[in-house]
């Protein structure tokens, strides 16, 4: 069974920086893509950066630039290290994975595993 748990959410000011974190376990395929999610209220579930098992990545245009995703294989750990926050990232921040490649899609619907989420604020 796949387990993912989030951390490293916080409350920041407009500028500032966070580095979120996601233990993974249970999974065993060498093929995978992984990814961090944000849903802020009111609004869909949107992808934010996407990380595949040959190491590439993909990120959505707002976040371009100043936000990095990279993965720990030792650790099982991925992470999402956010710089230049603005009030309009605050949101909950999801990690999600899945067995197929992320050059299959990263949308929502193509992840069935899923952390429980971990609140960022950023204040301006």
């Known amino acids: 069974q796949v387990q993912l748990v989030e ?29 961090w999610f944000r849903q802020a209220p009111g609004k869909e579930r949107e992808v934010v950066a996407a990380i595949d ?13 100043r936000f990095t995703i990279s993965q720990d294989n030792r ?30 899609g990263v949308s929502a619907a193509n992840f069935p595993y899923w952390g429980q989420g971990t609140q960022v604020t950023v204040s301006s």
């Open 53 to 65: 098992s040959d190491g590439s990545a993909t990120y959505a245009d707002a976040v371009k630039g």
């Open 75 to 104: 650790k099982n750990t991925l992470y999402l290290q956010m710089n230049s926050l603005k009030p309009e990232d605050t949101a909950m921040y999801y990690c999600a994975a899945t067995w197929k490649s992320c050059y299959g």
């Open 7 to 35: 951390s490293g959410g916080g409350s920041v000011q407009s500028g500032g920086s966070l580095r979120l974190s996601c233990a993974a376990s249970g999974y065993t395929s060498s093929s995978y893509c992984m990814g």
